[in-house]
């Protein structure tokens, strides 16, 4: 067992035929890996029976529920869910388990040696692919990447999309408390955030079991996710990400 303190933050928008399964699944690894943990799950104004699962599961383990009245975006999800985490530690991944929770022990190695956030990668060597991506969200992704990194200037980082980021609390706080981008491409943004303040990030690579179905829409998300790139563009210009630098 690892001696860690972690808050493990789970965004969920209709997941209800799964997400009962997969916090106890979540929990099962936890309880046996990790020394403290806490397990909060962001129902983001689901309109299937996601709230009621997650009051299922409730029941049978520790879990935190915060309940948006209406569908706020992804970013706004993590967000709540992130600030009111608890522990040395924080992480999101996706409520579909597309990347295993089983994943987490190598990215608190890397925790450990320095770094402050850990992100999974689909672009770094080592990636395993279980289930094809959907034909439309691997061009979406591509071009997406190439937008985000002339758009913010930022080419090291080779991809900051992956739903499954490990934070040390105090960095996530940080970057979380002055975030604006509330849908697909907030993660664009906390790794642009996180460049800024110049935190050590480690990309790794990751067993990775594409979903069948996506909560991105084909043609409507795409534009969101373009101007959400201008939007961050424009808060750095304007100071906003500055503002709280030395806080």
Aim: hydrophobic fraction near 45%; proline fraction near 4%; aromatic fraction near 10%.
């Amino acid at each position: 067992m690892l001696d860690k303190k972690i808050s493990v933050v789970i965004p969920c928008f209709n997941e209800g035929k799964t997400i009962h399964q997969n916090i106890l699944k979540i929990n099962r690894y936890l309880e046996k890996n990790i020394a403290l943990y806490e397990i909060i799950a962001v129902n983001d104004g689901s309109r299937d029976n996601t709230l009621s699962e997650l009051q299922k599961a409730q029941k049978e383990v520790s879990l935190q529920i915060i309940s948006h009245p209406q569908n706020e975006g992804k970013g706004q999800a993590v967000r709540n869910g992130i600030l009111a985490s608890q522990n040395e530690l924080v992480m999101f991944l996706d409520a579909d388990l597309a990347i295993p929770i089983e994943e987490l022990e190598k990215f608190l190695a890397e925790i450990d040696q320095g770094y402050d956030l850990v992100i999974a990668s689909r672009f770094v060597p080592g990636l395993k692919v279980l289930c094809p991506v959907l034909w439309y969200r691997k061009i979406m992704e591509r071009i997406f990447r190439i937008l985000r990194m002339i758009i913010l200037n930022n080419w090291k980082v080779r991809d900051t999309q992956c739903g499954f980021k490990v934070f040390r609390t105090p960095v996530a706080l940080k970057i979380f408390s002055m975030s604006t981008v509330k849908r697909f491409a907030f993660d664009a943004e906390i790794i642009f955030i996180a460049k800024k303040f110049g935190y050590a990030i480690k990309e790794l690579p990751v067993t990775l079991q594409n979903p069948e179905k996506s909560h991105v829409r084909l043609f409507r998300d795409p534009i969101n996710m373009f101007f959400s790139l201008l939007e961050i563009r424009w808060n750095d210009l304007t100071r906003k990400y500055k503002w709280k630098q030395n806080a």
